[in-house]
């Protein structure tokens, strides 16, 4: 673990206003959100200019090098007057913590992540993947979407709270960590699970499009399967020998029956699960994929076995990637396994979990996700959408540390882990309006 010095922590209190507003309460009222806004839009060029200087740091993961971007962000952070410390649980894994406002009060967490996917093949890049350069209203970039726009825009509305001594009634703590795009074993998990850090709510700056926020998502189970068979001369298959590969098939032939499980819940996760249903019917072109919300999905996504053709295999392998819609659990996808092995009529068969989570969401009224939407609501003149994911983040660990949590960021979503990804300018400098609303109304 290593700490940066840490400079005085701020008290912000009614001493430091510098608001021309009516209002004496603690906190933003109506008057201090407009300005701020305003604030935000007078300076929305600092703003592009630190989500360009963040794309230009490559942190691909993996492999996961992420001392430069770290290092940057920190600095960001420090110039602004912002106490922060860099936790690491491992050598590699280096996780920012930086925190602001009152003690004594709410806290609202805040969440990013500072690694990108890999930029695969270059040359079906239309731009280089790290020039961060403007045209013709977006942002060109590996990360703009995911989630580099977004995580600029926490950076840089916290940068303007303190500049201006805003008067935050609780406080706020950023976690920027480096791993999530491998899973968050030593980022968001560990920061949660070894209590390093809590709050009573958090958003999270990952990549939605404006006029959606995630408040809900699926587990996940990756199945290994095992299955042992008895080699022979393969010119005397199938009266000699055991094939394992067969006996594999076998299962794998049966295996898409896990999307069979009805999933149960109650009126109001299904009226979500419907929007939710609506909203990836509009996103996905393929026919039916919206389907994948509400029932399990199966990916046979590797397979192994044999040592030469001209051998019965004595072994085979396979890992097959099952997520579980809300309603599903990692025992009931176990329990549909055991009757398929059973069915199969396998023996020789051994399976274990290389990775299981839980299918896990917020209450769409949950006091966090109504300040995001009004917001919203008050910037883009539109309702916010409140749906489920198809996929799994990192907001997962803070939802089962019972922290109502949501996710809302610019995107561009069909860049997201593509190529020539890219985020509309409009969309970060609203999103950063989105974020100093919400932070002052829900900590106000």
Same mark, same amino acid.
């Given at each position: 673990?290593?700490?940066?010095?840490?400079? !005085?922590?701020?008290?912000?209190?009614?001493?430091?206003?510098?608001?021309?507003?009516?209002?004496?309460?603690?906190? !933003?009222?109506?008057?201090?959100?407009?300005?701020?806004? /305003?604030?935000?839009?007078?300076?929305?060029?600092?703003?592009?200019?630190?989500?360009?200087?963040?794309?230009?740091?490559?942190?691909?993961?993996?492999?996961?090098?992420?001392?430069?971007?770290?290092?940057?962000?920190?600095?960001?952070?420090?110039?602004?007057?912002?106490?922060? /410390?860099?936790?690491?649980?491992?050598?590699?894994?280096?996780?920012?913590?930086?925190?602001?406002?009152?003690?004594?009060?709410?806290?609202?967490?805040?969440?990013?992540?500072?690694?990108?996917?890999?930029?695969?093949?270059?040359?079906?890049?239309?731009?280089?993947?790290?020039?961060?350069?403007?045209?013709?209203?977006?942002?060109?970039?590996?990360?703009?979407?995911?989630?580099?726009?977004?995580?600029?825009?926490?950076?840089?509305?916290?940068?303007?709270?303190?500049?201006?001594?805003?008067?935050?009634?609780?406080?706020?703590?950023?976690?920027?960590?480096?791993?999530?795009?491998?899973?968050?074993?030593?980022?968001?998990?560990?920061?949660?699970?070894?209590?390093?850090?809590?709050?009573?709510?958090?958003?999270?700056?990952?990549?939605?499009?404006?006029?959606?926020?995630?408040?809900?998502?699926?587990?996940?189970?990756?199945?290994?399967?095992?299955?042992?068979?008895?080699?022979?001369?393969?010119?005397?298959?199938?009266?000699?020998?055991?094939?394992?590969?067969?006996?594999?098939?076998?299962?794998?032939?049966?295996?898409?029956?896990?999307?069979?499980?009805?999933?149960?819940?109650?009126?109001?996760? *299904?009226?979500?699960?419907?929007?939710?249903?609506?909203?990836?019917?509009?996103?996905?072109?393929?026919?039916?994929?919206?389907?994948?919300?509400?029932?399990?999905?199966?990916?046979?996504?590797?397979?192994?076995?044999?040592?030469?053709?001209?051998?019965?295999?004595?072994?085979?392998?396979?890992?097959?990637?099952?997520?579980?819609?809300?309603?599903?659990?990692?025992?009931?996808?176990?329990?549909?396994?055991?009757?398929?092995? @059973?069915?199969?009529?396998?023996?020789?068969?051994?399976?274990?979990?290389?990775? @299981?989570?839980?299918?896990?969401?917020?209450?769409?009224?949950?006091?966090?996700?109504? !300040?995001?939407?009004?917001?919203?609501?008050?910037?883009?003149?539109?309702?916010?959408?409140?749906?489920?994911?198809?996929?799994?983040?990192? *907001?997962?660990?803070?939802?089962?540390?019972?922290?109502?949590?949501?996710?809302?960021?610019?995107?561009?979503?069909?860049?997201?882990?593509?190529?020539?990804?890219?985020?509309?300018?409009?969309?970060?400098?609203? *999103?950063?309006?989105?974020?100093?609303? *919400?932070?002052?109304?829900?900590?106000?």
């Amino acid at each position: 673990m290593e700490n940066l010095p840490l400079r !005085a922590g701020k008290r912000f209190g009614p001493q430091g206003k510098n608001f021309s507003c009516p209002c004496e309460r603690n906190g !933003a009222c109506g008057m201090e959100k407009k300005q701020l806004r /305003e604030l935000v839009e007078s300076k929305k060029d600092q703003l592009l200019e630190l989500c360009q200087q963040l794309i230009r740091i490559p942190s691909v993961n993996p492999p996961g090098e992420m001392e430069a971007v770290t290092a940057f962000i920190c600095d960001y952070l420090k110039a602004h007057g912002i106490a922060c /410390e860099i936790l690491r649980p491992t050598p590699q894994t280096p996780n920012i913590v930086a925190r602001m406002g009152r003690l004594g009060g709410r806290r609202l967490l805040l969440n990013g992540h500072s690694d990108v996917v890999p930029v695969g093949n270059l040359e079906k890049w239309d731009f280089d993947p790290f020039c961060g350069e403007i045209r013709d209203g977006k942002i060109l970039g590996r990360g703009t979407s995911d989630m580099k726009c977004g995580l600029a825009g926490l950076l840089f509305v916290m940068g303007l709270l303190a500049e201006e001594k805003a008067d935050l009634g609780g406080e706020l703590l950023l976690t920027v960590v480096p791993d999530e795009e491998v899973s968050g074993a030593w980022g968001t998990k560990w920061l949660v699970e070894s209590g390093a850090v809590t709050g009573d709510a958090c958003l999270i700056a990952e990549p939605t499009g404006y006029f959606n926020c995630e408040i809900g998502q699926k587990g996940s189970c990756w199945i290994q399967l095992s299955v042992s068979g008895t080699p022979a001369h393969g010119s005397l298959s199938p009266f000699v020998g055991d094939n394992a590969i067969v006996k594999l098939m076998r299962i794998l032939n049966r295996i898409e029956q896990i999307r069979e499980i009805v999933p149960r819940y109650d009126d109001e996760v *299904a009226r979500v699960m419907e929007e939710s249903r609506a909203m990836a019917k509009r996103l996905l072109t393929a026919p039916g994929a919206q389907h994948v919300l509400n029932h399990c999905s199966v990916n046979i996504g590797k397979i192994s076995g044999g040592t030469k053709v001209n051998m019965v295999p004595d072994s085979a392998y396979a890992e097959v990637d099952v997520r579980i819609p809300l309603g599903v659990t990692s025992e009931m996808v176990e329990e549909k396994l055991l009757l398929i092995i @059973k069915e199969a009529g396998v023996d020789g068969v051994e399976y274990s979990f290389g990775w @299981k989570s839980e299918p896990n969401c917020t209450d769409q009224k949950a006091e966090i996700v109504e !300040a995001v939407a009004q917001n919203v609501q008050e910037v883009w003149g539109e309702p916010l959408n409140r749906t489920y994911q198809w996929a799994s983040s990192d *907001a997962r660990f803070f939802r089962y540390a019972g922290i109502p949590t949501l996710q809302y960021g610019p995107a561009n979503l069909e860049g997201v882990h593509a190529y020539n990804e890219t985020v509309d300018v409009q969309d970060v400098i609203n *999103a950063a309006k989105v974020y100093i609303g *919400a932070i002052t109304d829900y900590l106000g």
